[in-house]
């Protein structure tokens, strides 16, 4: 799950509180244990030495908080006796609910004993761990306080910075953001955005000029060779041959102008919708390309089978639609030296499978990339078909996906519906 920055911000101030509690409040506690252990042993050990010194060798003496004994060795105090088997010198002992510190000693054949009730002062040392301890949770719960209202500073001006690039249009001019940030980070950041985006902008122009400067160059001889084409034809003294060629050459420019317009409409940003207005008839522009690949693979082993189920109507440019039929058929025929491929034309979508190299599991994405080629590909290519149609695809709300065909090939459907 993924933690945004503010929420970061805020854990960390909990987080740091509760440390920062718990190391003061360990600190704490144990310099009172410390003292307390040094205080108890120095007063014990004093106030025995004062017993075993008494010259009245009374047996049994008690005044305040404090009871002392004088037995025989080997031998507890009156009620006591369990005492008889602790080791000279200081010891904590639990004696019918209560605490008591202990000191033993032993000389000339004597035994001593002194008992310190601290119980009220264990007390009083719970009572202070729970202080301690409410100390912790008020400073986890301050500083989470704290850590939410500072944080709502500290991000404000980053959300304002997110907000300010949404707003961004990388091919126009804007006005600089850095200027509106503090001298800080987040000005810096707001700085290498602006560097960022005039980099952006002069690139969108400098495409833009190519695109506009390729679409009136290439406008002119293809013009050219029209016009040239149907003057030829237009002369009645063209023999039949050359004029099917003057023929293709018309309908070949053609197809290169649309080509252009959908080749340039595609380099633009994306707009709400196509905004070529067109009606093509998938099965006219398909067998007409089915019949111009034939003639290119006339000297090939390779069959190329056309079968119409249906005749569709895609309110989408002649050029678009045959770009992407285009580019599944010359990727059949690069995988495939040898064989048949079947093309399938329905209602919804468009199939072509070949009996060729096929495709792996790894590669049914990979060769959507630009630039990138199946590992079996036969014949020069750059890469680029499958990416145009793709392309295509994705602005014009079409699916198109390529899979292993069962009995070995591949088969390539593009849905248009």
Request: a negative charge; one cysteine or more; aromatic letters at 8%.
């Amino acid at each position: 799950m993924q933690i945004n920055l503010r929420t970061r911000l805020i854990l960390s101030y909990p987080l740091l509180g509760a440390v920062v509690g718990l190391l003061l409040a360990g600190m704490l506690f144990f310099s009172l244990e410390t003292m307390e252990r040094q205080f108890m042993d120095v007063y014990l050990n004093d106030e025995l030495q004062q017993f075993m010194a008494r010259s009245d060798h009374i047996g049994e003496s008690h005044f305040g908080h404090l009871s002392a004994y004088r037995t025989a060795i080997n031998q507890g105090p009156p009620g006591l006796g369990f005492l008889a088997a602790l080791e000279p010198g200081h010891h904590e002992i639990v004696y019918r609910g209560r605490d008591y510190d202990v000191a033993v000693g032993e000389a000339e054949g004597e035994r001593y004993y002194l008992l310190f009730d601290d119980t009220d002062f264990e007390s009083r040392e719970h009572f202070l761990e729970t202080l301690l301890v409410g100390g912790v949770l008020l400073a986890v719960f301050a500083s989470t306080w704290l850590g939410y209202f500072i944080s709502a500073g500290v991000i404000r001006p980053i959300r304002d910075l997110a907000q300010r690039v949404y707003s961004v249009d990388p091919a126009m001019e804007s006005q600089p953001l850095a200027r509106d940030f503090a001298d800080d980070e987040v000005g810096d950041l707001a700085a290498a955005f602006d560097t960022y985006h005039q980099r952006l902008m002069d690139f969108v122009n400098r495409e833009q000029e190519f695109t506009a400067d390729a679409s009136h160059e290439l406008r002119t001889p293809l013009a050219v060779i029209r016009a040239t084409a149907e003057g030829m034809l237009a002369s009645h003294v063209l023999p039949g041959p050359f004029r099917a060629k003057a023929e293709r050459l018309v309908r070949s420019s053609e197809d290169m102008s649309d080509i252009l317009d959908v080749l340039l409409w595609l380099s633009r940003e994306k707009p709400d919708g196509p905004v070529m207005d067109a009606q093509t008839d998938l099965a006219g522009e398909l067998e007409r390309l089915v019949a111009t690949r034939r003639e290119s693979l006339a000297n090939r082993p390779l069959e190329l089978e056309l079968e119409v189920a249906a005749k569709p109507v895609l309110a989408s440019p002649s050029a678009a639609v045959v770009m992407v039929m285009d580019n599944l058929l010359r990727n059949a025929i690069a995988y495939t030296p040898e064989g048949r491929i079947r093309v399938v034309l329905g209602e919804n979508c468009l199939l072509v499978e070949d009996n060729g190299a096929g495709i792996r599991d790894e590669e049914q994405q990979r060769v959507f990339a630009r630039g990138e080629r199946g590992r079996r590909a036969k014949g020069p290519g750059k890469g680029l078909g499958l990416a145009i149609a793709l392309r295509l695809c994705e602005r014009f709300g079409w699916q198109l996906s390529l899979s292993p065909r069962p009995g070995g090939g591949t088969l390539a459907r593009w849905r248009f519906r």
